[in-house]
């Protein structure tokens, strides 16, 4: 390992070296929505309607920068990957990137405002108490990964690991996806009603590899 690989570790944020604090700050918001899902509730159908639109209103608005973001890096990867970078243009990726990584991190107001939404004491409202912490580890597990990944790939486009980890990562925002919509669909069972989607993009083509 090189002193600059170390220097570099190093200076890296706190939920960037030690992953298992994202992993265990999830569980912690699981958890806690739980609990305050739980709690008994009376309200009319009508109600229980409006307070889960206003929930999956917030949910969409606080995954807005995270799901650009990702976005925004693995389509800079699939450039990349495909030679159609010129120099000019891969000047701001580090950048760009880094911003990325910031909006899917804890570090971000909108992470941050996703993890403290109060969720109603309903069935629906536990089934999107559930989806919350679902998307809250599609935003800083799954994407975070993949966008550092991004980050070691763009420095060192033959690194195996990372586009190993890409693969993977995207399998897991595939998998994460799922989940959150299935769980999203059973409060709108819960309910009779169809609310917002919650709005986790597909994210494909982050295991490519450049030739």
Not at 105 to 114: C, G, P, R
């Amino acid at each position: 390992m090189t002193d600059a690989t170390t220097s570099s570790k190093e200076k890296a944020p706190l939920w960037q070296r030690h992953r298992g604090l994202v992993i265990a700050a999830v569980v912690f918001v699981v958890l806690l929505i739980t609990v305050i899902s739980d709690l008994p509730v009376s309200t009319s159908r009508a109600d229980d309607i409006s307070a889960e639109r206003s929930v999956m209103s917030e949910v969409n608005s606080d995954l807005g920068p995270c799901a650009l973001g990702v976005r925004q890096a693995i389509g800079i990867w699939k450039l990349q990957a495909a030679h159609a970078l010129t120099a000019a243009e891969r000047a701001p990726t580090p950048g760009l990137l880094s911003d990325d990584q910031t909006a899917c991190s804890f570090t971000d107001e909108s992470i941050f405002d996703l993890t403290d939404i109060s969720v109603p004491g309903t069935p629906a409202g536990k089934e999107l108490g559930q989806m919350i912490a679902t998307a809250t580890l599609w935003t800083t597990s799954d994407s975070l990964r993949s966008i550092e990944d991004v980050q070691t790939l763009m420095s060192d486009p033959t690194d195996a690991s990372a586009k190993r980890n890409l693969a993977d990562e995207e399998k897991q925002l595939t998998t994460d996806r799922a989940t959150a919509i299935a769980q999203e669909n059973a409060a709108d069972r819960a309910l009779a009603v169809r609310l917002p989607t919650v709005d986790l993009p597909p994210v494909t083509g982050a295991g490519a590899s450049t030739g």
